[in-house]
């Protein structure tokens, strides 16, 4: 049993999945949420005895829930050697950022919850989580307030199919920091950022605040390309 994978199995072995129809779609979105949260690092192998035993369900579920996870670029099946975490690269994050340039200004600007002050506030918690981990020097826990922060910004489109993407996008996100590293001169900057675009909202400038999500994101998306280019 490799180390890295130990947490998460341990968080996985706490997970109900019930056993239905849906036994396998429910595995993969547990194991998809240990990588959203950090647990399951690129380039991990994933032994199946073990995940089965910790998620109590059969081979055959696993391998589907796995094979799904393969679909959406999670996970990679490697022959002769078994499932690994992916490691993406620039055509990947490239992609990514793609996506997300295209998906989280509007639902900033054109989302239905947009004005909603319950929604708006989930914007506001994230930004908190993250300024408290910044303060104990916490650069991971920084990375998750990040990722809790761009769920709720599609969250604000009121739409389960774009959160259910999302998921998929922030899990791909988590593997591509990880490439980066847990650094504070890459996260401590978007702080500032995440504040400004709650900010906006809060004020009801979905415009504004689009807009400079925008830049944000292609920002983002340069120095991750400057990062790994130069690695």
């Not at 996870?69 to 975490?85: A, C, N």
């Not at 415009?207 to 130069?230: F, M, N, S, W």
């Amino acid at each position: 049993m490799t180390d890295p994978a130990r947490s998460a199995l341990d968080a996985l072995a706490r997970v109900q999945v019930a056993q239905t129809s849906s036994t396998a779609e429910r595995v993969a979105d547990a194991v998809r949420e240990q990588v959203v949260e950090g647990l399951l690092l690129p380039g991990v192998r994933l032994p199946e005895q073990a995940f089965c035993e910790a998620l109590a369900v059969s081979r055959n579920t696993l391998r589907e829930a796995f094979s799904e996870l393969i679909s959406e670029r999670i996970l990679v099946r490697e022959q002769h050697r078994g499932v690994f975490v992916s490691t993406p690269g620039l055509t990947d994050v490239r992609d990514v950022y793609r996506a997300r340039r295209l998906v989280e200004p509007a639902a900033v600007r054109h989302g239905v919850h947009a004005g909603d002050p319950s929604a708006v506030k989930a914007l506001a918690v994230a930004v908190d989580e993250g300024h408290a981990a910044a303060a104990q020097q916490d650069w991971t826990g920084v990375a998750d307030a990040n990722q809790h922060f761009h769920r709720a910004v599609v969250a604000l489109a009121g739409s389960d199919r774009l959160d259910t993407q999302m998921a998929l996008l922030l899990a791909e996100m988590r593997l591509i920091f990880h490439r980066v590293g847990v650094r504070e001169d890459f996260h401590a900057p978007y702080l500032e950022r995440n504040t400004t675009v709650t900010r906006l909202v809060e004020q009801g400038r979905l415009d504004d605040a689009a807009t400079e999500l925008d830049a944000y994101l292609a920002d983002a998306e340069a120095r991750i390309v400057a990062a790994l280019d130069g690695a």
